[in-house]
């Protein structure tokens, strides 16, 4: 089953928008991350947030965790054509190493 | 691609046949992972492993089986293929330091 369910499932926006993704999940964390999948491409690791943070930067991405509402979002600001591309979160339970995946959100940046 | 590779890239093979896919990893990185992503899915974990010789059951282990011999290499068995078992299969690494994933480029997989 499923940990994380991200929220849309599609997003189109223009070059130079802001996107915003969310990712529910279900049972308590040890940390959520956000991974980027470009078509035909393996994922590429975005953003580790653990469960004691709220908020991390990284550059244009902004992530936000909320534990008491078992949500985080993933904002890309200034968003660029290169920015197409699946994004996935993924939780981490106890001191497992294993990641389980949401179904991802598919972000389309119009030129 | 944290120097991860994945072989064959491509496979067309058919219905219970054996299919073994391999994932080799240069930077000796102690777990390694298989996964299966489909439509609508996300990625789900088949099986994984923590070190030489030993492995775990993922989510969707079912059908499959894996072996690690050696460090740097973790193979995927498909025993006898399926037309379910039709997907895109990544590997992915994790440094012993790092709870943070990185993935090969995938096998594409078609079971007619």
């Known amino acids: 089953s499923q940990q994380g369910e991200e929220d849309p499932q599609a997003l189109s926006i223009q070059e130079g928008e802001n996107a915003t993704m969310n990712c529910s999940y279900k049972?308590?964390?040890?940390?959520l991350q956000w991974y980027r999948q470009n078509s035909g491409r393996g994922l590429v690791h975005l953003i580790l947030?653990?469960?004691?943070?709220r908020e991390k930067h990284s550059g244009r991405l902004r992530v936000t965790l909320d534990t008491s509402k078992k949500s985080s979002s993933l904002l890309i600001t200034a968003s660029r054509a290169a920015d197409t591309a699946s994004y996935f979160c993924?939780?981490?339970?106890?001191?497992?190493?294993?990641?389980?995946f949401g179904s991802g959100t598919q972000l389309t940046v119009l030129p | 691609d944290a120097g991860i590779t994945q072989s064959p890239r491509h496979k067309v093979t058919e219905t219970g046949t054996p299919v073994t896919l391999r994932c080799h990893q240069t930077?000796?990185?102690?777990?390694m992972y298989w996964y299966r992503q489909d439509p609508g899915h996300g990625l789900r974990l088949i099986h994984y492993?923590?070190?030489?010789?030993?492995?775990d059951k993922g989510e969707v282990s079912d059908g499959y089986s894996v072996s690690r011999s050696k460090t740097e290499d973790f193979l995927l068995t498909l025993e006898s293929a399926t037309s379910s078992q039709t997907s895109v299969y990544f590997c992915?690494?994790?440094?012993?330091?790092?709870?943070?994933?990185?993935f090969g480029p995938g096998t594409r997989l078609l079971v007619l």
């Open positions: 930077e000796n990185h102690r777990y």
């Open positions: 947030i653990r469960s004691n943070e």
């Open positions: 993924a939780t981490a339970v106890g001191s497992a190493r294993q990641l389980t």
């Open positions: 049972t308590s964390i040890n940390n």
């Open positions: 992915a690494i994790s440094t012993g330091g790092q709870e943070t994933q990185y």
């Open positions: 492993s923590y070190g030489v010789k030993d492995t």
